[in-house]
T-cell receptor, first 114, second 109 residues
Framework: IAGITQAPTSQILAAGRRMTLRCTQDMRHNAMYWYRQDLGLGLRLIHYSNTAGTTGKGEVPDGYSVSRANTDDFPLTLASAVPSQTSVYFC?????????????FGPGTRLTVL | GQNIDQPTEMTATEGAIVQINCTYQ??????LFWYQQHAGEAPTFLSY??LDGLEEKGRFSSFLSRSKGYSYLLLKELQMKDSASYLCAAVDSNYQLIWGAGTKLIIKP
């Protein structure tokens, strides 16, 4: 693979179910991010990781958790999905978390919670 | 609070020039990105400005005025494939990107 992959591409989920969105990058980037994108709103940061073993909360972290056990993988978990979590989720990575941190995006996961 | 403003939608004609404006208010400032996003796809990088002035890259140019909290993206010789959303994002004092809602650009023949 080259770049960032996300799985699944799309998912319909019943409210209350647990769901993990997967994200893998092969660029050896230190920093990784999870965003959600909703119509009429900008990308909103859910969680981020500046380097393997560390994570931080973004603008809208409630209801989501992440882990960063290694450089390549950054899964996002919804412990108990609610309809307001219906959105398109993008994973992104950048070489560093500092200046000029151009972010590269995965293809996205379209999640519908009913 | 932190805020990015850009027009919701713009229409332009194939072959013409269009300027998409972006104003920002952030806690600290460490640069400004422009990304392009075609419908149903991921955002892709277009440009980055951290100093005042114009950066030119082929048909696309990006301008920054730090004192005015203002940037624009200039697209020349518009092609139908330029129909997309253009996202402005400012880098705050924590090096996080604060994103605008995007400007949907419609190109007409």
């Amino acid at each position: 693979i080259a770049g960032i992959t996300q799985a699944p591409t799309s998912q319909i989920l019943a409210a209350g179910r647990r769901m993990t969105l997967r994200c893998t990058q092969d660029m050896r980037h230190n920093a990784m991010y999870w965003y959600r994108q909703d119509l009429g709103l900008g990308l909103r940061l859910i969680h981020y990781s500046n380097t393997a073993g560390t994570t931080g909360k973004g603008e809208v972290p409630d209801g989501y958790s992440v882990s960063r056990a290694n450089t390549d993988d950054f899964p996002l978990t919804l412990a108990s999905a609610v309809p307001s979590q219906t959105s398109v989720y993008f994973c992104a990575s950048s070489k560093t978390s500092g200046n000029y941190n151009e972010q590269f995006f995965g293809p996205g996961t379209r999640l519908t919670v009913l | 609070g932190q805020n990015i403003d850009q027009p919701t939608e713009m229409t332009a004609t194939e072959g013409a020039i269009v300027q998409i404006n972006c104003t920002y208010q952030t806690s600290g400032f460490n640069g400004l990105f422009w990304y392009q996003q075609h419908a149903g796809e991921a955002p892709t990088f277009l440009s980055y400005n951290v100093l005042d002035g114009l950066e030119e890259k082929g048909r696309f140019s990006s301008f920054l005025s730090r004192s005015k909290g203002y940037s624009y993206l200039l697209l020349k010789e518009l092609q139908m494939k330029d129909s997309a959303s253009y996202l402005c994002a400012a880098v705050d004092s924590n090096y996080q990107l604060i994103w605008g809602a995007g400007t949907k650009l419609i190109i007409k023949p």
